[in-house]
């Protein structure tokens, strides 16, 4: 399984026409590639290799591509699905507007790529919503920045941010867009694994954010790690300021961008560091579990072609030192002083849970080892908000990555929270 998957993520990745890379395909990646086109569909090869506007136009739904630039400028791009195919499908119709935030190594990619009828992008339009899909920074879509270059040789400038700066400042930067965009006061906020992290810790910091919501729901909703149950992430989490001053060192702020998986894995970390081999050999797991019963084998190539979509190495020392000090707090620089000058205080402050306000609703699973239920227990018993719910999919084995790709996510977790928007 683990092998299969892997040369897939090469071939995926290596075929991406958009993201050419420098180094010419070698004689064993073309036979693969040809091996998987006679076993795939030509329509799911497409799809792996569409980027995400192309690929909501090809299933005829209308899209928009809208850029924001960021107080600290990061250039983030959104795509917008404003109405639907073949239900709600007149246009210039004021619409609930619903803003849509991807997890980590993910994409706005995640909400289409299942197409039609299962994409909770889609499914939104039909049901008559103005659908906004964010990127966080660092990401293929969001990989631009007004003058840092991410590219830069042994220059990390760019790549020095966590989900501290995604909830602080992407999200609410890209909610402001929206609301000015549509003329709403207010919007529906869905977020899926970081995207509800990046949530909490906007409506912590930012309180005042809350107003603009109308409602919150957290797909597979991580704030507390201390029960995390990923192996990787377990590995990596005593060496998080390790992992980050080793990559700071070696020039790498960047971890498993969209075109050179294998390349930058391989030659950048897989060469001796310790600390780093349980990602070299877990490089599929890292986004989290899934259950077979929930995989549809099928659309694997489409799957691969979008994820992982590149973060910072600093977003998962971020997750790392969470699961080792079993806190939610802000991101720790390694020693008192710079901890000193940024915040104040020796340690990293706790995101304070108590100032969020906005209706949360918390959607979890049995079977997450990002999102255990202890952990999702102990974030819903310090949410502030007056409406604060839970639900618990119905379904033992369903994991984390099902709630984006799994084959029931639609019956286990889109229609309960459609219905709960369609009632706020
Ligand atoms: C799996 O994906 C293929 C291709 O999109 C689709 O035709 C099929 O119906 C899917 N299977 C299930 C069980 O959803």
Redesign the pocket.
Known sequence: MLRGGLLLVIAACVATPATATSSPRSNYIQELLVAIESRY?N??FE?ANLIVPDLIRKYRYPVEVHHVTTSDGYILEMHRIPYGRDANNAPNLKRPVIFVMHGVLCSSADFVL??PG?GLGYLLAEEGFDVWMGNARGNYYSRKHVTLNPDAILNTAFWQFSYDEIGNIDVPSMIDYVLQVTGEQKLHYIGHSQGTTAFFVMASMRPAYNNKIISMHALAPVAYMAHNENLLLQAIAPFSNDIESIASLVGVGEFLPHTTVMTWAGEALCRNEVVFQPICSNILFLIGGWDESQH????MP?ILGHTPAGSSVKQFAHYGQGIAQKGFRRYDHGSILANLAKYGTATPPSYDLSKISAPVFLHYSKSDPLAVVADVDRLFSEIGSKILSRFLVPLSSFSHIDFMYG?SAKELVYDRVINIIKSM
């Open positions: 569909s329509n799911v799809d299942m197409g299962s549809n084998a099928t659309m489409v084959i």
